[in-house]
């Protein structure tokens, strides 16, 4: 028999819980948790994504909030159990507010609430059309003049954008676009995607060709339709194009492809965007409520200037732009993460002679040992065999409060670099300059905080290590000549081919070259913790700057991220958009202040 | 705490069966079956599919099996209870043979086996690449000039069919080659499908512009990708064709759209097919092992010969050819099976004036009703919810032998007919000639038995019963004038379009059209059970004439049926073809004799 002591804590806690709040009795709710607490919140109580830490701030938000919000019947979720290690209760919780239904999680220690996680799943009277709900598809019974879905379907092709304006224009139409189209088309949202690539997929089909995502196939799945149990582990860029065409087509997404956004601005008065795109040749101008960019983190080529770059003679580009290995027999690419061992890797096999200019240190780790040691709890094969979901895993990740989850990314890390100790001894004395994060914390908080700085690796370390790759590390490029790159420590590498594997400009500058520097400097700076690491400056922020939440810009969000935070996030920001289009009231609580610009 | 008596007592049975089968003991194994008993192999002893029934074939079946077979490892399928109902013991089994891992369906009663479903899951060592096993996508590490995936792709594309054979070839690109080839690529049997649409879903998209499926979403799941939650219940005709479409294209099918197959043959001595199809205006011969065709029971339009149709002066066309309501004035629909019914309600809704003429009685029923009525149990949203997938759903319609089948379909019928009364009336009143099959056991059997002779409805009765819908019944066509038809009662219908929704023919006429007359007439009538009803003419076959199994022609295979039998049957199917390609022995135990050419 399971044992059901740990259900009957959790009960009296949430019973407890339950009756403060419901009584609007904040001190005695307050009284519910521990000192050192965590309540993150996505879009229930505050209408925001928001960590509150400790006490003080879960008071100062229920004062704000909880009359409004009207809470009740908190409960261990339904055909769930809570369950007890090492002195920690956990458990599934589900709980209504006035305007929607919440799911959540919470971990007891000692009796008292240590972390919380409260996320919308539904608005009330605004459910997806699922399961029981789903459409019929064909209508029984029969009327005059009826229009079939096809012709429905080209009904609103026609008209949307031109006779009728969309509620929401999401610019950029990747995965991250993708998803929450998906989303907002289930809420009735009308909404465009405007693409600046002819068809869906295309970001991945155009980038260098040996491309296969470094995230694996359990952490990537989109919205609705996960992949199929015969998809890759880590799927070829060709191939999760060619998905993400067909998800866009039979989730029936308005997706304007080979579509520019030329200009956007906002009208305070009206409260209404101006979006100028570029479509078929003419401009078509949208005015919709709600602006996203979700261009990613990959919009804007980061390139730097190097003297001489105008008199080289070879090809350069950015690793954006690398077309592929062919044709090249001398190479030199800058840079040392991700993309610039791809494609030192593919310039190699193509039998190019290839040079990795590393100009600070860098964090790899093997992918597999990434996947054992980090992911495979949640994301594996492993997982789905006993019983973890998708969106079981996605929220279990989410109730780790940003403020402590280095403190369980760390020993992680620190397993890795024991089990391969050897693997790491051999990249130093080739002359790799490794990190592991300022802190030692790893991969995935590097990506939480500056999104860069890495490199998972799926092969190309080895030839870096045995020498078939180049490397010239702690030095930088001093200026190109016609046939050459000059580093500063007076190295001349003739070369055929310069990659910048140089990175991405932040999104804020996104928003600068499409609406205005000065908007983009009230909404200041996108991404990353305030972790006051490197390019992650502080104060402390407790939450990802900007993404998936209300900004310091009415009517204007960002979002993105890899497949899983499109799939996570984009169910937060599409019932936001969805609570404003219906004039529900969202009034939010705790809007992230502005500390730096870019 | 759960009864586990009928766990033990299927226990029991399942370990004297294993017993006096690894012991050889033929008898022994026949004395744990009841007198009336079924047994249902769906390839695993017999390398067919076969129901043997009564102990005499049993006998008769091991006898000839057994050894060759070396059945082993009998037991309660994992994860799985036996349960009691009505004195009836049933489970979830599984067992292995020499070759294979089989699964099935046992039915005890008074302690005897009643009905056994044996079927064949997997290949021992041609296991599909799926959830652990499944493909790796990036390859990591590195080698020279090593291909990428979309590099793999275009280089099969490019090969296959010209400069490498394909070990099969299916002719017919709908749902039914579709689910094959899924399956076939799984098993990395080299595979072309031949379509002579452009697109997958083409089949579907040309048909008259208010079609939807009849069956409901749960029923309709292709293989490894079922559909998304939010589907509808009622798929329309253009978003089933984008679902085939993308499902092709992410399953990687080597689909050969716009293609026509003109001759095949095939030569005894090689044992290898000669198919001349012609593709991008160019005939191109390939030389597969084998050949299925799966044009479906729509390939060949069945139109009647009237006196009159030469000099008619208005459009006259198959239903399969119909375009859509739009245009005409005054209809005359020639039948009163699902087309016609469809497309006089689509012609009266866009104001045409439109007559439907019934030759014979139609099985009609209420598709509410058939839903909640025929399919609730297996497939629908509360089976979903309580557990039901639809690969057991799937296996426990395949466990009720064919031969008694009827027995459980009366009573629905009848339960649905009292329900319906009124509704029956009313139809009757406006002249309606209705049947509920030879013995009143309805669509599901009509539909094994000739395929025909129902309307599943959706609303068009409605129309007929309140005479929105003219009908004229229990008439024929006597002729066509210039403007007119004239019924055999001498009416005079005026008409500026005729359309023939009158059936299509036989797929062994597909047979002898693409082979030859000799061996379509080697081969024989394709479908129904030779239940000695209208359009099934005795003897009794047990199965499916000539579907999904070997037929008298070597290498020659006939598939397809709606979304369920396609799903269902494509999977004994391509394990018989993965056998014949691997060299594993494939002995065929009854193969069907032929009683009847079409």
Same mark, same amino acid.
């Given at each position: ?107 007891? +220690? ?65 995965q ?37 995502l470094?995230d694996p196939v359990w952490y990537d799945h989109l919205?609705?339709?996960p992949f199929?149990?015969?998809w890759?582990v880590f799927s070829?860029?060709?191939?999760i194009?060619?998905w ?68 080289? +003679? ?65 994301y ?10 998708t ?171 890899n497949l899983h935070?499109s799939r ?31």
């Amino acid at each position: 028999m399971l044992d059901k002591a740990p259900d009957g804590k959790m009960s009296d806690l949430l019973n407890a819980l339950d009756k403060a709040l419901s009584g609007g009795e904040v001190e005695r709710a307050v009284d519910l948790f521990q000192t050192d607490c965590y309540w993150r919140d996505l879009v229930t109580f505050t209408w925001n994504i928001k960590t509150m830490e400790g006490k003080e701030q879960v008071r100062d938000m229920l004062k704000a909030r909880l009359a409004d919000t009207k809470p009740s019947n908190w409960k261990i979720a339904e055909g769930e159990d809570a369950s007890e290690t090492d002195g920690i209760i956990e458990s599934w919780i589900q709980f209504e507010t006035e305007v929607a239904r919440g799911f959540g999680h919470m971990r007891l +220690k000692d009796g008292r609430i240590w972390t919380l996680l409260t996320t919308m799943s539904e608005l009330k009277g605004h459910e997806e059309p699922l399961g029981f709900d789903r459409p019929m598809g064909a209508k029984h019974g029969a009327e005059r003049n009826r229009k079939t879905w096809k012709e429905e379907r080209e009904a609103e092709a026609a008209e949307l954008g031109y006779s009728r304006q969309p509620y929401c224009v999401i610019v950029g139409g990747g995965q991250g676009g993708i998803a929450l189209g998906a989303r907002l088309r289930q809420l009735n949202v009308p909404t465009i995607i405007v693409e600046k690539n002819e068809r869906p997929g295309d970001s991945w089909r155009k980038r260098y060709k040996s491309l296969c995502l470094h995230d694996p196939v359990w952490y990537d799945h989109l919205p609705y339709l996960p992949f199929p149990r015969n998809w890759p582990v880590f799927s070829p860029k060709d191939k999760i194009g060619d998905w993400l065409e067909m998800y866009a087509k039979v989730m029936e997404l308005n997706y304007w492809g080979a579509t520019e956004c030329k200009k956007a601005s906002y009208d305070q008065k009206s409260r209404e965007w101006t979006v100028i795109v570029q479509r078929d040749g003419k401009d078509v101008v949208l005015k919709p409520k709600q602006l996203v960019l979700a261009t990613g983190m990959s919009a804007k080529p980061n390139i730097p200037k190097f003297e001489g770059m105008d008199i080289f +003679k070879g090809d350069q580009h950015h690793s954006s732009q690398h077309p592929g290995p062919d044709k090249y027999k001398k190479a030199v690419v800058i840079g040392s993460n991700n993309s610039a061992h791809d494609i030192c890797a593919a310039l190699w096999e193509a039998g190019a002679d290839v040079t990795m200019v590393q100009r600070s240190t860098t964090h790899v780790v093997k992918s597999d040992s990434l996947m054992e040691l980090g992911l495979a709890s949640l994301y594996s094969e492993q997982a789905v065999q006993s019983g973890m979901t998708t969106a079981k895993a996605d929220l279990i990740f989410a109730s780790l409060p940003y403020k402590i989850l280095h403190e369980f990314q760390i020993p992680v890390y620190n397993a890795i670099r024991e089990r391969d100790a050897d693997y790491y001894k051999r990249l130093e004395k080739a002359g790799f300059l490794l990190d592991y994060g300022d802190d030692d914390s790893g991969l995935f908080m590097k990506y939480l905080r500056r999104g860069s700085g890495y490199y998972i690796d799926v092969g190309a370390s080895e030839l870096v290590a045995n020498g078939s790759i180049k490397l010239k590390s702690g030095v930088d490029v001093k200026k190109l000549t016609e046939h050459s790159v000059i580093l500063t420590d007076g190295t001349e590498l003739p070369a055929d081919l310069v990659v910048y594997a140089t990175g991405y400009g932040s999104m804020n500058g996104f928003a600068a070259d499409l609406i205005s520097r000065e908007v983009a400097d009230k909404v200041g700076k996108v991404w990353g913790l305030g972790s006051n690491t490197i390019k992650d400056p502080g104060p402390w922020e407790g939450e990802q700057r900007n993404m998936w939440k209300p900004t310091q810009q009415e009517g204007l969000w960002f979002h993105g991220g890899n497949l899983h935070q499109s799939r996570h996030y984009s169910q937060f920001l599409s019932l936001q958009l969805k609570a404003r289009m219906e004039g529900i009231p969202t009034p939010v609580y705790g809007l992230q202040k502005v500390h730096h610009l870019s």
